[in-house]
Every structure is written in C-alpha cells, then in structure tokens.
C-alpha cells in the first residue's frame, strides 16, 4: 500500500469515527457500497476522484484533506495547527461529558462556565 493509500484508509476511518457514522451509512451518505468503503478503508481499493469527491461530501471534508498524511496537514496549517485542533476537540468532549453527567443526574449542579479568550485561554475571574 502507498503513502497515498495509508492517508486515505486512516484520514476516511477519523473523520467518519469523528461523525460516529458506521461504514454501511458513509456509503448510503456518498452513494457507494458499504462493502466498496470497507475495501478503501483496508486499503484494497482507491476511488476514482467522482468517489473521492462523493466521499469527502459525505465526511464534510474536501477531497485532498482525505489524501494528506499528519506531516502534510502540519506543514499546511502550520504547527500551532495539531494543537489549537486538540483544543477544540478537547473543549467539545468537555462539554459533552458535562452534559452527559447533567442528563444522568438532573439535581446535579451544572460546573461554573468558564470563559475564554480568542486564543481559547481561560480569563480569570477578578
């Protein structure tokens, strides 16, 4: 399997994990086989680039985001890019757990918000 391959296999499995979306509905969103995805996932099979297109539409993605590997997205987006990603991931999975454990227990109090900057630092309170 080439560079190429490896990036689309692992960059189609993230983004559709990201999307909690299983192989079967991937394809049904991009207009493909379930078993046509899971030969691309394992690297079997590369897409002609209507595929690709159809695929990265279905992921919310451009085409050429699916064919980059993790030294090409930083070299493109810059370093600071891994880690304002990071952060927002981290933000979001915060949120989720917050409410998962105020859905679970609604006499719970909700946690203090907490602000932050443009930077997504958090401003102190005075």
Known sequence: MTDTHDSLSRNMKLYRALLGLSQAELAERAGLSAGYVGEMEIGRKFPAPDK???????????????LMGPEDVTDAMGPEAAFETAEKLKRKLCAEIDAFVQGADPDRPAPPAVFRDSAGRPLRRR
């Open 52 to 66: 690709l297109e159809a695929i990265a539409r279905a992921l919310g993605q451009r085409p050429f985001r699916l």
